[in-house]
């Protein structure tokens, strides 16, 4: 089976955030859709393991952020590449409250939406929220991101815990460890975390992170 034909499917990028009284999650989600327009519903998937998914169980409602193609790669690593249960994902950032008293940043977001979960169904790795709509609000006229944007234009990779996630199906063509000094070197990437073993002394001009898709100068050395 080619699992390459699943990314002919059409896919947005979104923030999905819940707070249940005690903790706060958000975390990207590319798994976002209306369902219904009588009553207004939407669907998000989230994966099991994301520390939002029992946060948006816990407090029965979320908002949920729609990316534009202004965010930066810096904003879809910190939501889509590190833990809400490790990071206060929105320090340093402009927050604002849903009316169901759900943090969002509309930095690099064109729409909001304030949902009531009222259904969920388990479908193994993930948990799908149905969510009834009970405020809308556009932020900007930015054209939202698309998942084919994210990936052809800002070279963004797939968090393993994506719904769209295919093993080895978008690995970055790094070049070879070698023409070094003959010691092993490491790089961590300040957005990701992921960290590249090479016996270069200097990355690559046209380096990027496999895992959040950034460039050279958001990698550290680190020995």
């Given at each position: ?26 975390c ?29 169980q ?82 900007t ?12 234009v800002l ?11 295919v ?7 790094q ?11 490491h ?11 090479t ?9 990027t992170?496999?895992?959040?898709g ?10």
């Open positions: 089976m080619d699992k390459k034909a699943l990314f002919k499917f059409s896919y947005g990028v979104y923030v999905v955030s819940a707070t249940d009284g005690e903790r706060t999650g958000a990207v989600v590319n798994t976002g859709l209306q369902l219904t327009s009588d009553p207004y519903q939407v669907m998000v998937a989230i994966n099991k393991e994301n520390n939002t998914c029992s946060v948006v816990n407090a029965g409602h979320f908002a949920l952020a729609v990316l534009s193609e202004k965010a930066t790669m810096e904003l879809v690593g910190r939501f889509g590449f590190k833990s809400s249960a490790d990071i206060d994902k929105y320090e340093g950032l402009k927050t604002e409250t849903s009316s169901l008293f759900d943090p969002y940043t509309p930095e690099g977001a064109c729409a909001v939406l304030s949902c009531v979960v009222v259904n969920t169904l388990d479908v193994g790795t993930h948990i799908l929220f149905v969510g009834e709509v009970t405020d809308a609000k556009v932020l006229a930015d054209k939202p991101m698309t998942y084919e944007y994210y990936h052809t070279r963004g990779k797939t968090p393993p815990k994506a719904s769209a996630y093993e080895g199906a978008d690995a970055s063509e070049p070879a460890a070698g023409s070094g000094d003959g010691k092993l070197h790089f961590r990437c300040m957005v990701c975390g992921y960290v590249y073993e016996e270069l002394t200097e990355l690559p001009d046209d380096f992170c496999p895992m959040c950034v460039g050279k100068d958001k990698f550290e050395q680190v020995d």
